[in-house]
T-cell receptor, first 112, second 115 residues
Framework: RKEVEQDPGPFNVPEGATVAFNCTYS??????FFWYRQDCRKEPKLLMS???SGNEDGRFTAQLNRASQYISLLIRDSKLSDSATYLC?????????????FGSGTRLQVQP | DAGVTQSPTHLIKTRGQQVTLRCSPK?????VSWYQQALGQGPQFIFQ???????QRGNFPDRFSGHQFPNYSSELNVNALLLGDSALYLC??????????????FGPGTRLTVL
């Protein structure tokens, strides 16, 4: 089983739609959680950290459910520029490892 | 303020050869992590350097080695290249002393093709 699992998509949605991505992680000792965005043939860029209380940044809302080991990202009012791959990322606590573990990513295509 | 830089941008090698990739971290950052991203996959952690020492290592063979210099820049070396080493190699920098080690900023990557 992969440490971080995501639905690969692609999610094809019209402009203005609301879309939600989900992610599950296997290690309950995970400490930090993030969503990164990666455009085609570019490097990943931090979109937002994910906190237990949930957090919002403009049109983006992230939620964390530690009991279910589940992370989500909600994008409202999708724009063409939101088309990208969204990577779910966790950092483990138990080994003291300070390296990020990535899911394989979910591809989003927003259509006009 | 320069971000994370990597060189070269692209590289083509043949099986059995050796390659060296370079990374300069973001200003103020002291920790460099290297990742390998195969096509259609998320980045996989190779290793991390802090204070010129390898601090952590992912599940990669000894053919993958690295170095960090006093100015915090880093090199990734891969020996005896295999076709399966073809990937985007990403360098990420962060600040241990700043207490925000989890927040990593990525360079543009080096795309390695092994023929």
């Amino acid at each position: 089983r992969k440490e971080v699992e995501q639905d690969p998509g692609p999610f094809n949605v019209p402009e203005g739609a609301t879309v939600a991505f989900n992610c599950t992680y296997s290690n309950s000792a995970s400490q930090s959680f993030f969503w990164y965005r990666q455009d085609c043939r570019k490097e990943p860029k931090l979109l937002m950290s994910v906190y237990s209380s949930g957090n919002e940044d403009g049109r983006f809302t992230a939620q964390l459910n530690r009991a279910s080991q589940y992370i989500s990202l909600l994008i409202r009012d999708s724009k063409l520029s939101d088309s990208a791959t969204y990577l779910c990322v966790v950092n483990w606590r138990d080994t003291g490892r300070r390296a990020l573990t990535f899911g394989s990513g979910t591809r989003l295509q927003v259509q006009p | 303020d320069a971000g994370v830089t990597q060189s070269p941008t692209h590289l083509i090698k043949t099986r059995g050869q050796q390659v060296t990739l370079r990374c300069s971290p973001k200003s103020g950052h002291d920790t460099v992590s290297w990742y390998q991203q195969a096509l259609g996959q998320g980045p996989q952690f190779i290793f991390q350097y802090y204070e010129e020492e390898e601090r952590q290592r992912g599940n990669f063979p000894d053919r993958f080695s690295g170095h960090q210099f006093p100015n915090y820049s880093s090199e990734l070396n891969v020996n005896a290249l295999l076709l399966g080493d073809s990937a985007l190699y990403l360098c990420a920098s962060s600040s241990l002393s700043g207490g925000a080690l989890d927040t990593q900023y990525f360079g543009p990557g080096t795309r390695l093709t092994v023929l």
